[in-house]
């Protein structure tokens, strides 16, 4: 009897990878005499936005990155209008340029994703540092129902506005409370991003909350090649970057290791940036696509060396949970799939590996057959709730 099993990640790939940009939103801060550090999202396509420098200076260097932008619904409070620089902030809604614009990512492959309402509130408005001088919004809902129906608000107006549905999302600077996952786990999401994890080898993903919602980790930093030498905008820490310089090469050495461990162990790899280096504090903003792009490149030509699938956080979790929720069962030439997970919104493809050349041939006459990947025989087929039947068939080589 062939033995089949279902395949780690799609396609039989070794790993997982997503960029995820933080802040993606109608907002403009004009701190720099160049417009796509200034922008946030506020350009949308624009020649000159923050768009179209990622398309420019990696999309095109590496068109296999999917990206999942985590976009706060409401005018971005950590955009601070007291700030002395010009600055713009819209809500989903507000621009018909901008729902559109989202549609468009959405069209191209990557994600759009839950970042929260206005993001939370500063301490101080007139101080525009957000240094001990800002609540981020999940440190604020001292009511569930209240965190529930904010939340809920913006997986509607992503819905009405844009089209889109959203099912997935991240705590604004990872900070939370006791109520925050059963907020999360009340409004229906697939997935949701709660803590960082930076090269910690902790496991990759988790579940919580009765819906079983995929944790999904954030696990290294996109300036983790540039981190020693990049300028700040902070006199005292430059200074020392003055001094750290010089390391940055043997600390690279560290990070590449970082890389091929998870890849290794088959995680899943998440790569942390922003949108944009500009803050109202004329400050650079830590982790930034713009300051960080040499990192990028370093980080991606060296993961083309590895067997990685790259893939939107949704597409990522929602594999995983097919992955985890069902069982295969092999008798003789006849194989079931199982699933018996939290409902799925759609039928998503399942992975199945074996030795041998082999072919499923699905009760209704459909045949998948497979394809050598990673030493291995593989097959991708479409699995939703409940069983799935096939026979296999031993094909020659």
């Not at 993606?24 to 396509?45: H, M, Q, R, T």
């Not at 604004?172 to 080898?201: H, P």
């Not at 083309?304 to 790259?310: D, L, N, Y």
Request: net charge negative; aromatic share 12%; with cysteine.
């Amino acid at each position: 009897m062939m033995e089949v099993s279902i395949a780690r990640w799609f396609d039989n790939h070794q790993c997982a990878s997503v960029l995820m940009i933080d802040d993606l939103s109608d907002a403009y801060i004009g701190v720099y005499p160049e417009s796509w550090k200034n922008d946030w999202g506020n350009l949308c396509d624009q020649p000159g936005s923050a768009w179209r420098f990622l398309e420019e200076h990696l999309l095109a260097a590496f068109p296999e990155i999917r990206i999942t932008f985590f976009v706060p619904y409401a005018r971005h409070n950590v955009v601070n209008e007291n700030a002395p620089f010009e600055t713009r902030k819209y809500g989903v809604g507000e621009r018909a340029e901008f729902s559109a614009f989202l549609r468009k990512l959405a069209a191209l492959g990557h994600e759009i994703a839950h970042h929260g309402s206005n993001h939370g509130r500063y301490i101080d408005p007139a101080n525009v540092s957000t240094y001990r001088n800002f609540v981020h919004e999940w440190e604020l809902f001292d009511d569930e129902e209240e965190g529930i129906e904010v939340t809920r608000r913006g997986i509607e107006l992503f819905r009405e506005h844009a089209g889109i549905d959203v099912v997935g999302g991240k705590y604004c600077g990872y900070r939370q409370r006791d109520n925050s996952a059963a907020i999360i786990d009340a409004c229906g999401f697939e997935y949701w991003c709660s803590g960082v994890n930076f090269l910690s080898g902790e496991p990759g993903v988790g579940y919580f909350g009765r819906h079983s919602v995929l944790d999904f980790p954030t696990n290294f930093p996109g300036n983790a090649f540039v981190r020693l030498s990049y300028r700040t905008g902070n006199l005292r820490k430059d200074r020392r970057k003055k001094l750290t310089r010089f390391l940055q090469p043997f600390y690279n050495i560290g990070q590449y290791r970082a890389l091929d461990a998870l890849c290794d162990a088959g995680e899943i790899i998440s790569v942390q940036e922003h949108i944009s280096p500009a803050t109202s504090s004329g400050l650079t903003q830590s982790a930034n696509i713009v300051s960080d792009m040499a990192s990028l490149h370093r980080l991606y030509r060296h993961l083309r060396g590895r067997s990685v699938w790259h893939a939107n956080c949704r597409d990522i979790a929602r594999y995983a949970r097919l992955r985890d929720g069902t069982t295969l069962v092999m008798d003789d030439d006849r194989l079931t799939l199982r699933y018996t997970g939290t409902p799925l919104a759609e039928a998503c493809e399942l992975s199945l590996v074996a030795t041998d050349p082999f072919e499923l041939v699905a009760g209704d006459g459909r045949r998948f057959g497979s394809r050598t990947k990673n030493g291995s025989e593989v097959a991708n087929i479409p699995v939703g709730c409940g069983e799935s039947r096939f026979r296999v068939v031993r094909r020659d080589g």
